[in-house]
């Protein structure tokens, strides 16, 4: 048992855990405003790196990490809500590319911003948890407590996301109101409400991935940071159809462990290229994605 | 010259319109009077004549600028083939791509690479090189087209913009990464050419406006070409596309292969820019290339008007001088170029220029322009 907990391809799976949740969590962001709005939110990572340096920037200020680790979340809720208001609200209605459009702008603005307020040189974070792997015997089982901690916030904030859609009030309506915004108004559903609530949600999950991303040993916050789990998020997400919030988090898990993979026997500059190839590949297959049904466009 | 994608002055039968008039209660109706439109009777001559005009415009004013003017132009230019090329590509065929950077990549190593390896090899084989490289990569990048819209289409491009740079590292024994690529073998300007701004022929002056006049008769070939096709069958086609793909399925385009074909002359357009870019810049380095350039290739056909042919050379102008305008605005506000805020600024005023252009004028400078010129006209012909 040792021997096969501690073996070359289950220790890929475990390494390949960390990334995978956090691609999930993305996916999942990208998944609640893609089912709200129809937009697809390309600022999503330059939005959550956002709410983590806003929440791990006090770290400076001798704040615990987890007072910062907290304070990000809703720094990244706020991000969402501003953007929803301000920037996305004048674009419902209009044609499929100035959403788009704005969203890229303020992806390219928002990577500045950070990087004019607080540089593009990397910052490290250290969480209180050690980073050196469990030992099993004499072998190393690819699992540390920080890699525990991480995977487990995030698969705890999944599960609390999906218990707040599935078994409250306010879900039920965030759902009605994506679904069939007109009936809901109609039924008395604040619908613009639900959706600010629905981009700050998305912007605080997300948070929390920008934040487990950069808490790792080597890796640290940086304005672009996001730019790469960005795309593996949107990669997960897309496979399963932008729709299923359940499959965006298995397809980035997924995503996650392939992408160590391809690490470990082939060579990580084409971990991107490879996850692509995959998404192009299930694309051309199943054009709306794995995880839902094929709709009937209406003439 | 008519470029909205929008315009229906090409269309026969609208151009001899019945105009009815209210005016006092009494209803004028005028028939068979041909509105003024500004459609040529031979379109192409028409076309063929404002490109001759205005590139000889271009090259005598070529040897009036500096040498660094000239080469600031030329990269304008340049750019504004790789803007045309996108405008084509999302103006038309109302497809997204954020990975126009990628092929304008392509096309630079393809041109550096080729020039280097076939020493004797002649300007123009290294530029239809650097176009047929840039299209052969946009019909990978394009096939997928074939089954994706909109939002899924310009993340899987995002994704190819972001992976572009692992591939430059991977291939770094051709693309030599950071350190770059030095075109060798500079080209030099013809004795004529050097005798008649009256400096030598290896002077910084000659050789610059030399590189800056090709790359302008290159363009105005690029956009002669380009705007035939806009006002093609073909361009029609995929005009009718883009305001609905049933309809235009139904009059008999094959969809997938308009599709695929708008993407392959769209990249074709950035390779050709890439190509003319390494001809008059002589160095590629592979961090270039990464997903801001094709964010503001994209700003930059937004701001200019999505579509339209003067909108992309206005765009390729504002490319060229950005640089300046934005170092001397760093320097007038007294901020630092090196700190954090001066290092920044040309992609916070890119990205802010982005977003305001979609609230306010999402038609962009040509766009808008002529939307503001013909209301004036509507309401000058009908004064009540």
Known sequence: MDAFLTSRNVSDILNGLVNGVVFGLVGLGLVLIWRATRILNFALGALATGGAYLGLGLLSYNVPFWWCFVLSIPAGMLLGGLTERLLVRPLYGKPEINPIVAMVGLLFLIEAVIGSVWGTQQRSILPPFSYVDFHLGANVLKLSPLSVFQISTALVLALAIGALFRFTNLGLQLRASAVAPEVSRLLGVRVGRMLTLGWMLSCGVASVAAVIISSGFISGLTPAGMEGPFAAGFIAAAVGGLESPSGALVGGIALGVLEQFVTDYFNPNLVLPYTLLVLIVVLMIRPHGLFTRQVVRRV | ?384
Request: hydrophobic share 50%; aromatic share 8%; glycine share 12%.
């Open chain 2, 1 to 384: 010259m008519s470029d909205t994608p929008r315009s229906t002055e090409s269309d026969p039968v609208s151009s001899t319109v019945q105009v009815r008039r209210r005016s006092a209660g009494r209803t004028l109706v005028r028939l068979g009077q041909p509105l003024a439109t500004t459609r040529a009777r031979h379109p192409v001559l028409w076309r063929l004549t404002t490109t001759v005009i205005g590139v000889s415009i271009a090259l005598v004013l070529s040897g009036t600028f500096s040498a660094f003017t000239d080469y600031l132009l030329a990269t304008g230019a340049a750019m504004s083939i790789v803007i045309l090329g996108l405008s084509f590509l999302t103006g038309f065929s109302g497809q997204v791509s954020l990975g126009n950077g990628v092929f304008f990549g392509v096309g630079c190593y393809a041109f550096a690479l080729w020039s280097n390896h076939q020493s004797n090899s002649s300007i123009p084989e290294d530029l239809v090189v650097a176009t047929i490289a840039g299209a052969l990569a946009g019909l990978v990048v394009g096939l997928p087209a074939t089954r994706l819209r909109g939002p899924y289409l310009a993340g899987m491009t995002i994704a190819v913009a972001i992976s572009f740079g692992f591939l430059i590292d991977q291939f770094s024994t051709w693309t030599n990464g950071d350190q770059g690529i030095n075109v060798q073998g500079q080209f030099t300007a013809p004795g004529w050419l050097a005798h008649l701004i009256g400096s030598s022929v290896s002077s910084p002056r000659a050789t610059s406006m030399w590189g800056a006049d090709i790359v302008f008769v290159v363009t105005g070939l690029a956009f002669f070409l380009m705007a035939n096709l806009f006002q093609s069958r073909k361009g029609r086609a995929m005009r009718l596309m883009r305001e609905n793909d049933v309809a235009a399925e139904l009059v008999g385009v094959s969809l997938p292969a308009a599709r695929v074909t708008a993407f392959v002359v769209s990249a074709a357009c950035a390779g050709l820019g890439g190509g003319l870019t390494t001809l008059v810049a002589t160095t590629v380095y592979g961090s270039t290339f990464n997903l801001a350039l094709s964010i503001e290739i994209l700003t930059l056909m937004v701001i200019g008007g999505i579509g339209s042919l003067s909108g992309s050379l206005l765009g390729g102008l504002f490319y060229a001088y950005s640089m300046t305008w934005i170092a001397q605005l760093i320097s007038g506000l007294g901020i630092s170029t090196s700190s954090n805020l001066g290092s920044q600024m040309n992609n916070i005023i890119f990205g802010a220029l982005l977003i305001i252009t979609v609230l306010v004028a999402p038609l962009g400078i040509a766009g808008t322009t002529r939307f503001v010129i013909s209301r004036q006209l509507a309401r000058w012909r009908s004064p009540n």
